[in-house]
């Protein structure tokens, strides 16, 4: 019971990690595509989070 539980155990934090590598790794490629040119992003950068996000998904 106990190694089985350890096993499981293992099995999720594996997958946890390599779930966030994939994660860390599509992040890096989303930052070195500009969506937009420099000039929008610069305004958009000085805003409040929320504003941000959606100015964003206008731009979208």
Do not use: G, H, Y
Not at 5 to 22: E, G, H, P, T, Y
Not at 39 to 60: D, E, G, I, R
């Amino acid at each position: 019971m106990v190694v089985k539980f350890s096993q499981i155990f293992c099995d999720l934090v594996w997958r946890l990690k390599s779930r966030a590598v994939k994660f860390e790794r599509s992040l890096a490629v989303l930052a070195k595509i500009p969506p937009f040119s420099p000039q929008k992003f610069t305004p958009l950068a000085s805003l409040s989070p929320p504003k941000s996000w959606v100015n964003l998904s206008k731009f979208s």
